[in-house]
């Protein structure tokens, strides 16, 4: 025996061993030297940047020896931790008479960062950019860059939690360009202003704000003097527009100088003339330059009163999409060149503005809208988060800390004046209104806009919230105008905006919009939606979106795909300009002639495979009765008298086997078919998806949403699985039957079990037309409500059928059903509750769906 063991554990070891060898890596595409940005990069003849993404290895934590090489952006999938590792090497000079910063522009999600064995930056989490000072005394000529990626979120802590709802697909891993920047010891960290106008409009006066470090300050606390410049340089031009030299004493390690500038005449940034000045800040000691940072600034006039919302003194209002890029997706095209196509035609279509929704941008899109002439709307990844999990002080905390540092990170660019603090919160919550308030004066404090999404109609004041976003869901054009203006009246009418409306496109062309989620339908609902932002004068609507994109997980309101694409999207990858939804789209925004939508005829969505199968499994339940004497009998008996019933098969009287076989795949095929139809009426169902999204299991969800969309799939696999319950619940039963004396034949269980379930056979004919009592809408929670209490009859009859043939005391039996129900329920949703916060997300998934609006 001993043997034995020690065979099973060496393999166990093996396996385990081989498994961890396979280390499931891709390398993306990388960045190429012809698309190297300098200004992006902040590289000049000052400070030298490069790329950083050759020649890495990575291994698992608990395997160091087993290595790959790969190039950067690299992904994995899972959850256990990889690490990437790198020799990289500097010279001595490099190390003792410059700073070495090294450049992160993407990692998901968390990440520890380490140089020689030197823990120097613990990544919380985030897919934002990010740099880091190399401290001196710990480089050495040949060092070693290691940074241990995690991807794993959970359902409390991470942002976003692990419950992502409609959210973009994004693998873990080093997502982005790695870079080492080389600076002077005496260096710009940052370059950050603000500007207002003057009551001269001709005039406008910057205040900048510039860090700078001395990373010598340690080794010579001597001070020194030195010149900032500032140069604002015009488009096209070399002459400078405004100018200033600004002498500051270096008398610390950290050194932050406030300093002012006037320009006169500026040409102002818009959509439609996005002019970007080049902001040229040198650090000029002794005459020489010793450092040099450009970046692109832009100017314009944005201003929000309880009356109007202008752009630069002209009446705006935000026409935007969507955005939600998975750059880890790509295999052939580079993130840059694919961002800059996407974007473009974003632009050419006539929007104004890009919300990246529920993650952080690539900081190249950012800085491409900025070109473009398209406000960048970023936020916060939160999205569905449970009222019980946002109150706690810690989390309040981990989402302000993460909006300043996301802040920090995309506010040198100029069109991130709009900032969103998350999306889906519950409208006139007093929790989530006291958590929006703290994060939107975070956001304030940092100069920027707040706003905030909601799924419903908020109509109580929020301090510090500019914005207030409503989604809609495939709501009625009527019934969100009348919710809509219930929001304008209790707030203004420049505070709120769509902030993402949806409207799936499940069925194609079907050559007229009366066809529910076809793309003319689509097209319809869109127009209609961008004209009644209009007629109620709106501060903006954002589309959901332009372009299809990818989930971690197959939808239900998304519609099912294999590979998990949502059905939202105008454009899918063919990119077709000429179909009618983008072109009622492009017409709209633009305010071109209007596009014809065909009104075609309403298709009602009624799969007849529902009456085929009700026919006939009610054709076969007919044939039996009335052929079989004692079949039709017994059917009797089982339904009127059960008790009686059941006392029969507990004494053995003549039950046939054979009738029960036929009756069990009738059942099997009436349970079967009541449940698809159910499926497949609620499969596009928000608040289904929710609730099985709080369980945290995508492979449910994928399989909930692929019988859902495949009715004669998923009648297949019910009956396969019914036909399963029968015989699991009566293997339960005799197992529980060993604690008791009274001992009873399998088969007289599996009698009992099969003919409680008799009733569903009466269900057969209203299976016939129960899909369209359920698409009426005027019936469809009292059919729900008949279904509970048909099922509690059925839980009936099966403790009766156990009382009865195993002669008990039926007081005993329920007691004891009743506490194993409640048991293994209990239990179920204690360790989700514990592993998942399930009971906060599904409390959520309900307050939710009362708000949205249909």
């Known amino acids: 025996m001993t043997k034995v063991l020690n065979r099973l554990f060496i393999l166990i070891i093996l396996l385990q061993n081989l498994l961890l060898a396979q280390i499931k890596v891709t390398s993306l595409p990388q960045n190429q030297r012809d698309i190297f940005d300098p200004i992006f990069f902040d590289k000049n003849d000052y400070r030298n940047v490069e790329l950083m993404n050759s020649n890495w290895k990575v291994y698992y934590e608990s395997d160091s020896e087993k290595k790959i090489s790969v190039s950067i952006p690299a992904i994995f999938e899972g959850e256990e931790s990889l690490i990437f590792e790198k020799q990289i090497s500097f010279t001595e000079t490099q190390i003792q008479s410059s700073q070495l910063v090294l450049g992160f522009l993407g990692i998901n999600y968390s990440a520890e960062i380490s140089i020689n064995g030197y823990n120097i930056y613990k990544h919380s989490g985030g897919s934002y950019p990010f740099e880091l000072a190399l401290p001196k005394d710990i480089l050495k000529e040949n ?47 940052n370059n950050s202003f603000s500007y207002s106008f003057d009551q001269n409009p001709s005039k406008t006066v910057l205040n900048f704000k510039i860090g700078i470090a001395n990373s010598d300050f340690k080794t010579n606390s001597l001070s020194s003097d030195v010149i900032i410049r500032i140069n604002l340089f015009p488009p096209g031009s070399t002459s400078a527009q405004a100018k ?21 005449n500026p040409q102002l940034w818009s959509p439609q003339t996005p002019i970007n000045y080049l902001c040229d800040v040198s650090l000029i000691r002794n005459g020489q330059i010793i450092d040099k940072s450009i970046k692109q600034i832009a100017f314009y006039l944005f201003r929000k009163d309880e009356t109007t919302l202008t752009l630069n003194g002209n009446p705006f209002s935000l026409q935007g999409t969507t955005y939600l890029f998975d750059e880890t997706s790509l295999r052939r095209m580079n993130a840059y060149d694919k961002i800059k196509d996407d974007l473009t035609l974003i632009k050419n279509t006539g929007f104004n503005a890009v919300r990246f929704s529920k993650q952080f941008p690539n900081p190249y899109a950012v800085k491409l809208c900025q070109e473009l002439g398209l406000f960048a709307m970023i936020e916060l990844p939160l999205n569905s988060v449970p009222e019980e999990i946002i109150f706690h002080n810690d989390f309040q905390l981990r989402a302000a800390r993460l909006t300043k540092n996301f802040l920090s990170s995309y506010s040198e660019y100029s069109n991130t004046i709009i900032v969103g603090v998350g999306s889906s919160f519950i409208p006139n919550s007093e929790i989530s209104s006291n958590f929006i308030s703290s994060q939107a004066n975070t956001i304030k404090g940092k100069g920027f806009l707040s706003y905030a999404s909601f799924v419903g109609t908020q109509t109580t004041q929020i301090k510090g919230l500019d914005f207030y976003g409503i989604e809609l869901y495939s709501s009625p054009i009527d019934e969100t105008k009348n919710q809509l203006q219930k929001s304008i009246d209790a707030l203004d009418k420049n505070s709120i905006f769509i902030s993402e409306v949806s409207y799936p496109n499940y069925k194609g062309n079907m050559s007229g919009y009366l066809t529910k989620y076809s793309s003319d339908a689509q097209a319809k609902y869109l127009g209609d939606m961008i004209d009644l932002s209009h007629q109620l004068k709106l501060s903006g609507i954002i589309i959901n979106s332009l372009f299809e994109y990818k989930s971690e997980y197959a939808s239900l309101y998304g519609g099912y795909s294999e590979n998990n694409t949502y059905k939202f999207g105008l454009l899918d990858k063919s990119r077709n300009l000429n179909s009618i939804g983008y072109k009622v789209l492009a017409a709209k925004l633009s305010g071109n002639s209007k596009v014809t939508i065909p009104i075609g005829t309403r298709k009602d969505d009624n799969p007849i495979i529902f009456i085929i199968l009700a026919l006939l499994i009610s054709i076969i339940m007919a044939v039996l009765i009335n052929t079989k004497k004692k079949f039709r009998e017994d059917c ?35 349970v079967s078919l009541l449940m698809t139809i159910l499926l497949y009426f609620y499969k596009s169902n928000i608040l289904l998806e929710k609730i099985v999204l709080s369980f945290g299991h995508h492979s449910l969800l994928k399989f909930i949403s692929y019988l859902s969309w495949n009715p004669q799939v998923c009648f297949a696999v019910l009956f396969v699985l019914i036909i399963i319950k029968f015989a699991l619940i009566s293997s339960v039963i005799k197992f529980a039957s060993l604690f008791i004396k009274t001992k009873v034949e399998f088969t007289s269980i599996f009698y009992t079990v099969v003919w409680t379930f008799l009733p569903f056979t009466i269900l057969l004919p209203v299976e016939l037309i129960l899909f369209k009592i359920l698409v009426n809408g005027n019936f469809s929670v009292i059919v729900i409500i008949f279904l509970i209490l048909f099922m509690l009859w059925i839980l009936q009859r099966i403790l009766k059928g156990i009382y009865v043939i195993f002669d008990v005391r039926p007081m005993k039996v329920y007691i004891y059903s009743f506490l194993t129900i409640i048991i293994v329920v209990g239990g179920i949703l204690l360790k989700y509750q514990l592993s998942s916060s399930t009971l906060y997300y599904i409390n959520n998934a309900f307050k939710q769906y009362n708000s949205m609006i249909f």
Do not use: W
């Not at 997502?175 to 080389?182: F, M, V």
């Open 636 to 670: 009797t008996r089982a339904l009127l008298r059960p008790y009686n019933f059941f006392a029969d098969v507990r004494d053995h009287r003549i039950i046939s086997g054979v009738h029960t076989a036929i009756l069990m795949l009738i059942q099997a095929g009436s």
């Open 244 to 264: 200033g030299d600004f002498v500051q004493k270096i008398s610390q390690e950290e050194n932050e100088v406030m300093c002012r500038l006037e320009i006169n």
């Open 143 to 189: 060092s070693i860059i290691t940074i241990k990626v995690s991807n794993k979120l959970d359902s409390e802590y991470s942002i976003p939690s692990t419950q992502r709802f409609l959210f973009s697909s994004l693998n873990g891993g080093i997502i982005r360009d790695i870079y080492i920047k080389t600076l002077s010891t005496t260096h710009i960290t």
